[in-house]
């Protein structure tokens, strides 16, 4: 049982650059949430998923695009790279939204130059 | 606008010791609210949540204590352990989270 398995780990991208994270769960929930973490500012949620082939914002989504096109899996998609997308990045599942706690994948450390 | 801030950006304690760490939340309508560990390198892991109906609840060694009055949470670490360095983070229904305070565990 892995839990939520996030790819890549790490990746380094140039100005500009387009790229897409992907996370899976294999808990079977219908909540998952991408978030991002930089110093001195705590996690962020970007974007999340109520359901399958549903997606809405959160309190930072510019910038991100995101596919929830199979329950299990939760892709978030940087279309022109900018240095201040620069973080790491998390994805986290739930049973429920909003009132239930969070299971989080080791996070994609992405740099942006 | 909203916010949920801890007090502490850093906590050293001696192993044994007792631990608290403490959150300020800004919504008196906040219903739920979440403490998270993180380890370094690591996603954060749920330790203990509590809904705006109690105002204390316990777990392992954990326990969150909620001040509605004055808009406040704290967690309690009993007898803190060297694995329990890590940073903390208070969320307001995991749409808010604190800035985090680093535990620092001496031997």
């Known amino acids: 049982n892995a839990g939520v398995t996030q790819t890549p780990k790490f990746r380094v991208l140039k100005t500009g650059q387009s790229m897409t994270l992907l996370c899976a769960q294999d808990m079977n929930h219908e909540y998952m949430y991408w978030y991002r973490q930089d110093p001195g500012m705590g996690l962020r949620l970007i974007h999340y998923s109520v359901g399958e082939g549903t997606t809405a914002k959160g309190e930072v989504p510019d910038g991100y695009n995101v596919s929830r096109l199979k329950k299990q899996n939760f892709l978030l998609g940087l279309e022109s790279a900018a240095p201040s997308q620069t973080s790491v990045y998390f994805c986290a599942s739930s049973y429920g939204v909003m009132h239930e706690k969070l299971f989080f994948g080791s996070g994609t450390q992405l740099s942006v130059l | 606008g909203e916010s949920v801030g801890l007090h502490l950006p850093t906590l050293s304690v001696q192993e044994g010791d007792n631990s608290i760490i403490n959150c300020a939340y800004s919504n008196s309508a906040s219903d739920y609210f979440i403490w998270y560990k993180q380890e370094s390198g690591k996603g954060p892991q749920f330790i203990i949540d509590i809904r705006s109906n109690m105002d204390k609840r316990q777990g392992q060694r954990v326990t969150v204590l909620l001040n509605k009055t004055v808009k406040h949470l704290s967690l309690q670490i009993a007898a803190t352990q060297p694995g329990d360095s890590a940073v903390y983070f208070c969320?307001?229904?995991?749409?808010?989270f604190g800035k985090g305070t680093k535990l620092s565990v001496k031997p």
């Open positions: 969320a307001e229904k995991n749409l808010i």
